[in-house]
C-alpha cells in the first residue's frame, strides 16, 4: 500500500509518516503545491493525504487536478478549517473523507482502510485475526464458519480492534471513534469497560480465540 | 412614551401661538379702541365748533335741552359751573331699535353765548360696544387660532413629511441592518446637506465596524484553526509514543493524561469556533427539519450510554415538530441536551423526552434536588462547582443554535426534582 502525504507542516508530516511507516505502508511526502502536483502527474497511490491549505496552492485546486487526470487514488481531505462547507465541497469534488485536525492517528488508519477498500477493492475485503474475520461491507462477523451476530457499536469497536491487533488502542480513541462527541470523558473509562467486557463476552460464548487485554491507564489490545 | 417629531413641534407651536395670539389680541385690542376714540372724539370736536357757532346766531339753538335727532343738548350753568376744556365720557342710553342700552361717546364742554351767558353742551354720538367688539374679536381670534393651528398641521404633515422622508429612508434602512451581513449603503436620494451627511457618517460608521468585526470574526477562527496543527502535532507525537512498547507503565499513564488534557483543549477550541461561526450566521444551509428525526437519531446513540447508566428513557412524541434550520446544528442542539440529561443524572434516574407540534421537552431526575440558576446555565463557560469534565459551552452552544440561528426559544424550568429543558417554536 503506497500512500502520499500531502501537508505542509513538517512536524505533523514527520509524525504521520512514522505512524504510517510503522503500519506497514509505503509512504511518499509533499510539502507544498508544486510537489504534490509532480507526485501525483508522475505516481499512483492508493490514498492520498491532502492537507487544504498549502503555502503557494489550495488542496481543493489539487484534488480537481486528480479527478481531471482520471486518478484512481482514494483522497482523504486533512484540514484544519473544519468547516461543513469545506467538507461538503471536498467531497463534492470527489474525496472519498474528510478528516479534521487534530485527528487521532489510530482513526487515521481506519479511514485510511476503508478509503481504499471502497474506493477499488484494492484492499483487503476482509480482515481476519486468528479464526475471527470480520466483513466491513456487509458488517458481519465470522467465528470460524459460525456468524457472530453483534450490534452496531459493538462491530465499530472490534472493528477498531481487528485493523490493529496486538497493539493498543487507548479508550479515548475507541471512545471517540465510535460513540463520537457525544460520550464524555468522565464516562468513557467505565462506558468503554462495560463494553469491552460485553464483547468479549460474546466473543468467549462464540469460541473465538482472540481476547482483550486491558493496558492500565491506556486502554485494550487485542490478542 | 416618545412622540413623533412633527407632533412635539406641533405641541410646541400651538402653545407658543395661543400666548402670541392672546397678547396681540389685548395689543389690537387697545390700540383699536384708542382708534375708535379718537375718530369719535375728532368728529365731536368738530360738531361741536359747528354747534356753538350755530348757537351764537340763532338763538332756538340755545333752546335745544334734550337729546333727539339732534344728538346734543344745551343746558344753561352757572358760571361757577362753568370749566374750560373738552371732557369725554361714556354713557349708556335706551336705544330704540336695538332695545337696549347702547353705550354713547359724550362730549361736555360749555361756552358763552353772546350775551355772557353760560351754557353746558353735551353731544353724543353712538358708539362702539366694548363688549360686543371684545366678544368678536374673541370668537374671530379663536376661529384664527383654530385656522392656524389646522394650518400647521396640514403643512408640517405635508412639508415635514417631505422634508423628512430621506430621514426616516435612513431609520427603515438602519432597521433593516444586521451586523455581519452585508449593508446596502442608501442611494443618494435627497438633496438635504444634513441628511446627505448623514447618511455618509453612518455608512463610514457601518464600514468600519463591519471591517473591526470582520477583523475579529477572522482573528477568532484563525486562531482557532491555527491551534488545530500544533495540537494535531502534539496529540500525534503522543499517540506514537503511547503505541511504544518499551515505554514504562508510569510513562505510559502520565502521556495518557497528558492526551486527556490536550483532548479537552481541542474540545474546547472546537466548541469555540462552533459558536463564532453559529454568532457569525456562517451556517447558511436552512431547511425545514422534523426535529422528531433527530431527536430518534440523537436518542438511538445515546442507547448503550443510557442502558450503561441504568437510565429509563421515557420517548413519546405527540405530533410532528417541524423547523427551519441547519442539518448539523440541529443534530448539535438536541444532542447538547440530551448529553447533559444524561450527564447530570443518577444511576437509575429517568429522561422524558416528548415532541410536540411546536415544542421538544427533555426532563431528567435532578442529581441535587434543587433548581439550576437561570440565569447563569446559558453563559459561557459557566460550570457547576465541582463540574471539571464539562467545557462549559454546551448549553451556549444550544441557546445561540436557537435563538441566533433558529427560530426557536430555549427556556429552563425545575418541576418535581426534574430539570427541563424546553425549545419552543418561537411564533406559536
Known sequence: MKILIIEDEPALLVTVKQFLEGEKYVVETANNFKTATERIGTYDYDCILLDIMLPDGSGIELLKEIKILNKKDAVIILSAKNSVEDKVLGLDLGADDYMAKPFSLMELHARIKSAIRRNYQKGETTIAFKNVELFPDDRKVFVGKAELVLNRKEFDLLYYFMIRPEKVLQKTVLAESVWGDNIDQADSLDFIYSQIKNLRRKLKESHAEIDFQAVYGIGYKLI | ?428
Open chain 2, 1 to 428: 412614551m416618545s412622540i413623533s417629531l412633527k407632533n412635539y413641534t406641533l405641541k410646541y407651536l400651538a402653545a407658543a401661538l395661543l400666548v402670541i395670539i392672546a397678547v396681540w389680541a389685548a395689543l389690537f385690542y387697545a390700540v383699536i379702541l384708542d382708534e375708535l376714540y379718537d375718530n369719535t372724539d375728532d368728529g365731536l370736536k368738530d360738531l361741536k365748533i359747528q354747534i356753538i357757532r350755530k348757537a351764537y346766531t340763532d338763538d332756538a339753538t340755545l333752546g335745544i335741552n334734550e337729546f333727539d335727532f339732534n344728538q346734543f343738548k344745551i343746558t344753561p350753568v352757572s358760571s361757577a359751573q362753568y370749566k374750560e376744556g373738552n371732557f369725554f365720557r361714556n354713557e349708556l342710553f335706551y336705544m330704540e331699535y336695538d332695545d337696549e342700552m347702547e353705550p354713547y361717546r359724550i362730549l361736555e364742554t360749555y361756552f358763552l353765548d353772546g350775551n355772557g351767558n353760560h351754557y353746558r353742551l353735551e353731544i353724543r354720538t353712538s358708539t362702539v360696544e366694548e363688549d360686543d367688539f371684545g366678544l368678536d374679536l374673541f370668537f374671530a381670534l379663536i376661529f384664527l387660532y383654530i385656522f392656524l393651528v389646522v394650518s400647521i398641521v396640514l403643512i408640517n404633515n405635508i412639508v415635514l413629511k417631505k422634508v423628512w422622508k430621506p430621514f426616516y429612508g435612513t431609520l427603515e434602512n438602519l432597521g433593516k441592518y444586521e451586523f455581519g451581513k452585508q449593508y446596502k449603503p442608501k442611494q443618494n436620494t435627497t438633496e438635504i446637506r444634513e441628511f446627505k451627511l448623514l447618511d455618509q457618517k453612518i455608512d463610514k460608521m457601518i464600514e468600519r465596524n463591519e471591517t473591526a468585526f470582520t477583523q475579529q470574526k477572522q482573528f477568532i477562527e484563525n486562531a482557532s484553526h491555527e491551534l488545530q496543527t500544533p495540537l494535531a502535532i502534539a496529540i500525534s507525537k503522543l499517540d506514537l509514543l503511547i503505541e511504544r512498547e518499551t515505554v514504562p507503565q508510569e510513562i505510559l499513564t502520565d502521556l495518557s493524561e497528558t492526551k486527556h488534557g490536550l483532548i479537552r483543549l481541542v474540545n474546547l477550541n472546537k466548541s469555540l469556533l462552533l459558536l463564532s461561526r453559529i454568532e457569525n450566521n456562517q451556517y447558511t444551509d436552512k431547511r425545514e427539519i422534523e426535529i422528531n428525526e433527530v431527536v430518534k437519531h440523537v436518542l438511538d446513540d445515546f442507547t448503550d450510554l443510557l442502558q450503561f447508566k441504568n437510565i429509563v428513557l421515557d420517548f413519546a412524541e405527540t405530533a410532528v415538530f417541524k423547523t427551519v434550520i441547519n442539518p448539523d446544528l440541529a443534530y448539535i442542539l438536541i444532542s447538547n441536551l440530551i448529553r447533559n440529561a444524561v450527564k447530570y443524572n443518577s444511576t437509575g434516574g429517568k429522561i422524558i423526552v416528548t415532541v410536540h407540534a411546536a415544542e421538544i421537552t427533555i426532563k431528567n431526575t435532578a442529581v441535587v434536588k434543587e433548581p439550576l440558576n437561570v440565569e447563569l446555565i446559558f453563559n459561557r463557560f459557566y460550570k457547576a462547582a465541582n463540574d471539571n469534565t464539562s467545557t462549559g459551552l454546551g448549553l451556549s452552544i444550544v441557546k445561540s443554535i436557537a435563538e441566533n440561528h433558529a427560530d426557536l426559544n430555549i427556556i429552563y424550568a425545575f418541576e418535581n426534582n426534574f430539570h427541563v429543558f424546553s425549545v419552543k417554536a418561537r411564533n406559536s
